[in-house]
């Protein structure tokens, strides 16, 4: 499979060692004042960030792209930047600057792990990124793993998370069948045995939510 490894590593994170750093733990020493700066004097200065491809193109605010760790470095290194080139597909660049406008250079806190509800609202602290994550369909995930491979590559840490946390959120208490659909592990694939831990972790993980649930209601 062409995605199975990447995601799977991901879901492994979130499913089985549930000990995700927050971006407050992965961030240098410094990062945020730096960003307080960006957004208190650089808010009017624009950057135009394009498709290594050449099939688009974006014009943004630097105080905004800079959620981007990759954006933001190289912003620190050279202070006329006014151009990006970024090895990003136009369908995933346009989710991350829609990303990007929406949380305006402030990144939001991470999705806990492991999920406490299949339901994306109910572990999203700000709606908008619960309605924007579940665009996604289960029957046609190719398109949320590219986004995870854009988050990573761009190191838009909430983003790579909430999109992992989609896909977990998928093969939440589902059969090792489906489970090995979502994650497209073919039978002779070497990430099989992670498909089966994940589907046996998920329901594992279901299960314990309903009783949790049945106990308080009673």
């Known amino acids: 499979s062409t995605w199975g490894p990447k995601v799977a590593s991901s879901l492994f994170v979130w499913l089985w060692i549930g000990h995700i750093m927050s971006v407050e733990e992965k961030r240098p020493e410094g990062l945020e004042e730096k960003t307080q700066g960006l957004d208190a004097g650089d808010d009017d200065k624009k950057i135009k960030l394009k498709c290594k491809d050449g099939?688009?193109?974006?014009?943004?605010?630097?105080?905004?792209?800079?959620?981007?760790?990759?954006?933001k470095k190289a912003?620190?290194?050279?202070?006329?930047?006014?151009?990006?080139e970024l090895d990003v597909k136009k369908p995933q660049f346009e989710l991350a600057v829609e990303y990007m406008n929406h949380h305006?250079?402030?990144e939001p806190e991470i999705v806990e792990a492991p999920l406490r509800s299949k339901a994306m609202k109910n572990v999203c602290k700000d709606p908008w990124d619960a309605e924007f994550i579940d665009k996604f369909d289960p029957d046609d995930i190719s398109p949320l793993y590219d986004l995870i491979l854009a988050a990573n590559y761009l190191d838009i840490k909430s983003l790579l998370h909430l999109s992992c946390a989609r896909v977990a959120s998928m093969i939440r208490g589902q059969t090792l069948a489906r489970v090995k659909d979502i994650l497209q592990v073919d039978d002779d694939d070497d990430d099989e045995p992670i498909a089966a831990e994940a589907a046996a972790a998920s329901s594992s993980s279901s299960s314990s939510s309903s009783s949790s649930s049945s106990s308080s209601s009673s």
Not at 56 to 64: A, D, H, K, R, T
Not at 75 to 84: A, I, R, V, Y
């Open 55 to 71: 099939s688009g193109e974006f014009i943004i605010s630097q105080s905004y792209a800079s959620i981007s760790a990759l954006v």
């Open 104 to 106: 305006q250079g402030k």
């Open 75 to 84: 912003l620190e290194d050279d202070s006329n930047c006014t151009e990006l």
